[in-house]
T-cell receptor, first 114, second 114 residues
């Protein structure tokens, strides 16, 4: 199976740091993506991990441990505009060699308060 | 670069009626996806195309849903007849056909079936 689990909601304070966790069954994912989705808008790409370890991109970092089926997204110096849903997505391989498709979790709704 | 274009933005129909959605991917993106996103859920893949061929349609309800990408560029997703449970946002995404390149999403079509 390829279930992906994330907390449903989180709340944090402006200027703080928040970590959003994602766990998944370890069978078959080729990598892990994080997307941000504001209400009523399309998901936008944040980060991608294919190897274990930390990927840093400005205020956003993402970590992956393939052996543990675990990833997290770290948001630093939170801003009000970071209030959104954060979607964890595993890459399901296509064995024909073409681009894999994404299996999404249900998303974590983050509310940033002043 | 221009993003993924989708139309219409909103659609309201009665159950048992038909509806069609259109998508034009980013120029040069050979891989095109249709996702269904029910309120409060993550996107769920309906169908993936590589150029004009279907790569994965395992979760497409084929008794009522159909999709085509005849010339390997834009695509149409059709529902006939619609059911109440089809109310959702239908997201089109595209990507380069390269290992684990990110998906770029359109703004989606919000379908309400009454």
């Amino acid at each position: 199976g390829q279930n992906i689990d994330q907390p449903t909601e989180m709340t944090a304070t402006e200027g703080a740091i928040v970590q959003i966790n994602c766990t998944y069954q370890t069978s078959g994912f080729n990598g892990l993506f994080w997307y941000q989705q504001h209400a009523g808008e399309a998901p936008t790409f944040l980060s991608y991990n294919v190897l274990d370890g930390l990927e840093e991109k400005g205020r956003f970092s993402s970590f992956l441990s393939r052996s543990k089926g675990y990833s997290y997204l770290l948001l630093k110096e939170l801003q009000m505009k970071d209030s959104a849903s954060y979607l964890c997505a595993g890459v399901k391989p296509n064995y024909g060699g073409s681009q894999g498709n994404l299996i999404f979790g249900k998303g974590t709704k983050l509310s940033v308060k002043p | 670069e221009a993003g993924v274009a989708q139309s219409p933005r909103y659609k309201i129909i009665e159950k048992r009626q038909s509806v069609a959605f259109w998508c034009n991917p980013i120029s040069g993106h050979a891989t095109l996806y249709w996702y269904q996103q029910i309120l409060g859920q993550g996107p769920k893949l309906l169908i993936q195309f590589q150029n004009n061929g279907v790569v994965d349609d395992s979760q497409l309800p084929k008794d009522r849903f159909s999709a085509e990408r005849l010339k390997g560029v834009d695509s149409t997703l059709k529902i006939q007849p619609a059911k109440l449970e089809d109310s959702a946002v239908y997201l089109c995404a595209s990507s380069f056909t390269a290992y684990n390149s990110p998906l770029h999403f359109g703004n989606g079509t919000r379908l309400t079936v009454t």
